[in-house]
């Protein structure tokens, strides 16, 4: 009885000390190769490099789309921006909710102060104090919403880079919204049908608990059509949309001739929505 | 026997109490399987062999939502020369116009609430104004 019992300590201390020590000679014999954090790409097969600064990107690669908003084009024309709004509120079938709190913005206008709150607003030109500024989801590259949100129910269109939402898995959690640092996503507290005026039945609406936000116009951009905004203000050019990855295409032309701004570029998202102010 | 009289009755009265659901349903029409409206638009074919349909179509609808959404595959499906948007109010609802005569007759039956029209819209609602 007694050997039984020594045997079995031995055993026992033998087997404990074993069990402590294993992790660490797991972890020193591991091969590097597989570890998991080198040779990392984002989505656009861009290299995460870290202190390259958030102006510089690197080796792009894919579709990303992007737009360019001329802003000397649309001064002096609110009505243009009006104009733009209600064409994306008319495709996407966005409640017109009269309350600060729970309205629904997809595109909207806005103060310089409040579009651009890291460029200074102080003794700023005549132009654009009295002027508003269009705004959107800037379809980041690096965009902090996809990032918090605990479903994947906002992601980026990886052929497009567009940052795009399942409503059928939005849980309603709002964490997009604290990470959005340009107000760019708008919460349904209650059904929006009601407060819809007119609806478009080639495109659904939302339901009551689903964050919702501007979707570049992927529907339409499929049929070959541009996204609802920029048709709208068609006539004045000031609206331009393409692929930022393309040397060749239109936007590229301009964003390479023009001096653009981006909104709160220093956060390091990568905007691709751009500014000629 | 003992109490032929009040046994027998008794188990009758027992076996046709226990049977009730049976020869109930038999006799009554309220558990039949519904019949669903075909298109009123007197269209034939669907993406999918009507058995298939039955059995899977909210199989499919997932599958054209996450080809839509996840991977921009938004092109049309060409079933029998006919295109077909992927969607559930650009395809289905085309031809199968009333929602309450087709898609809830059967699953008011089966007793499922999926949310689709939580957010999707019948040609019915797209057509009235709301306010």
């Known amino acids: ?277 | 026997m003992y109490n032929k009289g009040t046994i027998i009755p008794g188990l009758i009265i027992f076996v046709l109490l226990v049977t009730f659901p049976l020869w109930f349903n038999a006799f009554s029409t309220a558990s039949d399987v519904p019949k669903v409206e075909l298109p009123p638009g007197g269209e034939k074919q669907c993406v999918a062999p009507a058995a298939e349909m039955r059995a899977s179509h909210m199989v499919m609808l997932n599958e054209w939502r996450d080809e839509v959404l996840r991977d921009g595959k938004r092109t049309a499906v060409t079933v029998g020369g006919k295109e077909y948007r992927k969607g559930l109010q650009m395809a289905c609802m085309e031809c199968h116009t009333n929602k309450e005569k087709f898609c809830d007759s059967c699953h008011l039956y089966t007793s499922v609430k999926p949310y689709c029209w939580d957010c999707h819209l019948t040609p019915g609602q797209a057509k009235k104004e709301t306010h």
Not at chain 1, 73 to 93: F, Q, S
């Open chain 1, 1 to 277: 009885m007694d050997k039984q019992r020594r045997k079995f300590l031995k055993i026992a201390g033998v087997t404990a000390l074993a069990g402590i020590g294993a992790p660490a000679v797991v972890k020193l014999t591991a091969s590097p190769v597989l570890a998991s954090s080198t040779g990392k790409t984002d989505a656009h097969g861009v290299q995460a490099e870290h202190g390259s600064g958030h102006g510089a990107e690197s080796a792009p690669q894919g579709v990303r789309l992007g737009l360019l908003i001329d802003m000397r084009k649309l001064y002096g024309h609110p009505e243009l921006l009006d104009k733009a709004t209600a064409a994306c509120n008319k495709v996407h079938n966005i409640p017109a909710i009269d309350s600060k709190k729970s309205e629904i913005k997809w595109i909207w206008k806005t103060p310089f102060a409040n579009a651009f709150t890291d460029q200074t607003a102080y003794h700023s030109s005549k132009v654009t104090k009295e002027n508003d500024f269009l705004v959107l989801c800037n379809h980041c590259d690096e965009p902090p919403c996809v990032r918090v949100c605990p479903t994947k129910a906002t992601y980026i269109e990886k052929n497009t880079g567009i940052v795009s939402m399942d409503y059928h898995r939005c849980i309603g959690c709002r964490f997009c919204m604290m990470g959005c640092p340009y107000g760019a996503r708008s919460f349904n507290w209650f059904d929006p049908r009601p407060y819809i005026k007119e609806l478009n039945p080639d495109f659904p609406t939302r339901m009551r608990g689903v964050v919702e936000k501007c979707n570049f116009c992927g529907e339409r951009l499929a049929l070959g059509q541009e996204p609802a905004c920029v048709e709208a203000v068609k006539e004045a050019g000031a609206i331009v949309f393409g692929d930022l990855n393309d040397p060749n295409s239109e936007i590229r032309q301009i964003l390479d001739k023009e001096h653009t701004i981006q909104r709160q570029a220093a956060l390091g998202t990568k905007p691709s929505v751009f500014y000629i102010v």
